[in-house]
């Protein structure tokens, strides 16, 4: 199997899963994803998953790379531009371990431990970072790492 990979710049190797992971291509694609680490090249990798279906597989395989990754000094982050696959994540309470972000910008901050600042659902911008300060509360609740801990896991529910 064949993953699009390039580097979004030096910091930042993209690998593009578009295959829905399944046991036939599981051990392929994580096997792809890992020999594209070498142990001195980017210190962050982006797998960008272009299905809206996750397995449970796709799960494991997220999971297992994130930690071969991890040994090699090698952040990693996620990005899940279908809901129907950041639903799946939040649900399975990966969003923060697996730094999942909606776009790629999102998911190039997420590598460098930013959270990513979610649509509005009420006027559909994102929030005043500069209004926030002075009121000292963030409209949409906590901000930091650990933000996302305190937050409902059910798919559909923000």
């Known amino acids: 199997m064949f993953l699009l990979s390039y580097h979004l710049d030096a910091a930042h190797l993209v690998v593009e899963v578009g295959a829905v992971v399944d046991l036939d291509n599981e051990a392929t694609i994580e096997r792809e994803i890992v ?20 397995t ?9 790379v994130r ?3 991890g040994e090699r000094g090698v952040s990693m982050a996620v990005v899940a531009g279908c809901a129907t696959a950041r639903e799946v994540l939040s649900a399975a309470g990966l969003l923060r371990v697996l730094r999942v972000a909606p776009t790629l910008q999102g998911a190039e901050a997420r590598s460098r431990g930013c959270r990513w600042e979610p649509e509005s659902p009420r006027d559909g911008k ?11 509360k963030h409209p949409e609740g906590p901000i930091g790492p650990y933000a996302d801990t305190s937050r409902p896991r059910f798919p ?3």
């Open 67 to 69: 930690g071969r990754a």
């Open 35 to 54: 020999r594209l680490l070498p142990c001195c090249g980017p210190r962050s990798l982006i797998v960008d998953l272009r299905t809206p279906l996750l």
């Open 156 to 158: 559909g529910e923000r």
């Open 56 to 64: 449970p597989r796709a799960l494991g395989l997220l999971l297992r």
């Open 126 to 136: 994102r929030g005043d970072r500069h209004g926030e300060a002075s009121s000292g």
